[in-house]
């Protein structure tokens, strides 16, 4: 019996830069809260992009409670729209799906977990694809937006 070879979809393909191992340095208000591992990897079929961040080994003591990590991730596309769509899971129990855009050096990601909580996630690609400098912010309307924490990618 012979693989069936998968062909990759053009617009899952601008998420290749993505594709590898990271640094990720969180911080709040410029404290940092700590640095993690985060790794993305196709699924065999290249139609899904995986991410997985690993929980630090020290965290600052006032994110000990509410750190979500270890977080995992599926990124995927509706070719019919044109749309991104990621799957979120996080140590807290968490379970989110996000609206993502991914495009001309910027990465967005935003959904809304309940009534009068909307989260983006706001990022810049640098530095030919080796540096990711990102903020999750919240929202009771959806209008109005309040810093979360700042996140850094830099590419091993």
């Known amino acids: ?27 709040i208000d410029g404290q940092p809260m700590g640095q993690s591992t985060a790794t993305f990897g196709w699924h065999d079929s290249r139609g899904i992009l995986f991410m997985h961040v690993d929980p630090p ?7 000990q409670e509410s750190s979500p990590l270890p977080i995992d991730a599926a990124i995927g596309l509706d070719d019919h729209s044109g749309t991104f769509a990621v799957l979120y899971a996080d140590a807290r129990g968490v379970c989110r799906i996000y609206q993502m855009s991914f495009h001309n050096g910027r990465w ?23 540096l990711i400098t990102a903020r999750w912010d919240g929202s009771s309307d959806g209008e109005t937006w309040k810093p979360d924490f700042d996140v850094t990618y830099t590419k091993r």
């Open 108 to 130: 967005e990601m935003t959904g809304q977990a309940g009534p009068g909580f909307y989260q983006r996630f706001q990022a810049g690609i640098h530095d030919d694809g080796h």
């Open 57 to 63: 080994e020290a965290i600052a003591p006032q994110w």
């Open 1 to 27: 019996m012979t693989a069936t070879q998968h062909q990759p979809n053009q617009q899952l393909q601008s998420l290749n830069i993505l594709v590898g191992a990271w640094d990720m340095h969180a911080s």
